[in-house]
């Protein structure tokens, strides 16, 4: 009987780590279709940014009745009938023909993946002991990359194979098999009966749960933290779900295959460094701060040297540039483990979701914001060298000054090993 137990959890933590990959294939998949949505749309940055950024609006205000619906009804019902919108958004987003139709489709998908990295976590939490959370969370981060290599190179070949239009509807039929083994395979718990007794006696009162939003609100390290993951991932993900494509294709001249493998460099840097970067933490410099902060600060270099790039770079400078933007952005992961330390134990669940909310409007405004501010800065030209340089300082700039204001977090994992 444990066996069965033991096997069914990791099909569970499979199946599940699936529809997290998935998410990161649909937020990232943009990036090496604009030259397509370009020719057969007529899309402008400002529009391309939009289609790319309602995806992450639509993510991050879900964050909010997700952690509700979790709680409430579980994982296996929500993330199957979320996972089924996502179906829904992504037809709508292949046969759209104008900039308003792939906007709603866009929408769609970030409302049906809003539930697969927190909903994961869930069922980790459910069907895994305590000390396998930080390694799982982990393995799940990295394993949910290969979404975003799957945006890269294999897209373009898809789309090369078979046109854009249905790729995507072959991504939509494939995710509506895999919602129907997760809703048939899943379960919310090894022991039904004694979980939904377990949750209805520790189920928190809705004047403890404000009370403890207070609190937290009221934390400084909170809104640093918050302000953080807002500005890194928000430019990490910009730069990889939309305008490296367009940088390496139209201010760069590469083809559309070399831009999608240099950006699944860039994530199997973040790969790479995710693992690598909470053992360095845990491990060998038992700090947060010290791992997370370097980081920021070498994308801030990675950016720099962007922006002084000459024309005429070579592959190989461009691939490593990309690479290691992606290999410093994955510091960021730890700021779940900081904040979540940060907190009482009954309050962690919340503090991540608030984390993750922010995590993901930082990614919908800096998508858009750069998309603006090249459109305004220059019009005639938005896709062009001087408007890449240009957002790429202002970034620059974000990333410097939560390089400076994160020094002022309070250091938590040196803290707990002393009192241990």
């Known amino acids: 009987m444990k066996k069965l137990k033991s096997s069914r959890r990791w099909l569970i933590l499979i199946i599940a780590g699936t529809l997290f990959i998935l998410s990161q294939f649909y937020r990232s998949s943009v990036a090496v279709i604009t030259p397509n949505l370009i020719q057969d749309l007529n899309l ?76 994961t976590l869930k069922l980790i939490t459910i069907w895994f002991a305590p000390k396998q959370f930080a390694t799982l969370s982990a393995v799940i981060v990295s394993a949910g990359t290969a979404g975003n290599i799957a945006a890269a190179t294999p ?28 809703f048939f395979l899943v379960s919310d718990s090894p022991d039904t009966e004694k979980n939904i007794k ?41 730069v990889q779900a939309l305008w490296a494509g367009p940088y390496l294709i139209n201010a760069n001249g590469l083809s559309s295959i070399a831009a999608g493998n240099i950006i699944l460099l860039m994530s199997l840097g973040l790969i790479l460094g995710s693992p690598l970067s909470g053992y360095l933490s845990d491990i060998i410099c038992n700090s947060r701060k010290k791992i997370i902060i370097p980081g920021i600060w070498g994308m801030v270099i990675i950016l720099l040297i962007l922006v002084f790039l000459p024309e005429g770079t070579g592959k190989v400078t461009l691939a490593t540039l990309f690479f290691c933007f992606g290999l410093f952005s994955s510091s960021g992961q730890i700021m779940y483990a900081h904040i979540k330390e940060q907190v009482p134990h009954e309050n962690a669940g919340m503090a991540m979701t608030a984390i993750n909310f922010f995590t993901m409007a930082g990614v919908a405004v800096f998508l858009q ?3 603006s501010l090249m459109q305004f800065l220059y019009p005639g030209a938005s896709l062009g060298v001087p408007a890449f340089k240009s957002a790429f300082i202002f970034c620059s700039i974000c990333l410097a000054v939560i390089g400076i204001c994160y020094t002022l977090t309070t250091e938590t994992l040196t803290q707990k090993h002393k009192a241990a």
């Open 369 to 371: 914001g750069m998309g």
């Open 198 to 238: 377990h949750q209805t006696s520790s189920r928190p009162m809705v004047r403890d749960t404000i009370k403890r939003a207070r609190i937290l609100f009221s934390q400084r390290d909170f809104w640093i933290i918050s302000f953080s993951t807002f500005c890194r991932y928000g430019i990490y993900a910009s």
């Open 44 to 119: 402008d940055a400002w529009e391309l940014s939009s289609v790319s950024a309602s995806f992450f609006y639509a993510f991050a205000l879900m964050q909010i009745p997700v952690g509700i619906f979790l709680d409430s009804i579980g994982p296996r019902v929500t993330m199957t009938l979320l996972t089924l919108i996502t179906v829904g958004g992504a037809f709508i987003f292949a046969m759209g023909e104008s900039y308003y139709p792939l906007v709603i489709g866009r929408m769609f998908l970030g409302i049906g993946m809003a539930c697969n990295f927190m909903g």
């Open 155 to 182: 897209l373009v070949l898809m789309v090369n194979a078979m046109g854009w239009r249905n790729s995507f509807m072959t991504m939509g039929s494939f995710t509506f098999l895999i919602a129907i083994l997760f």
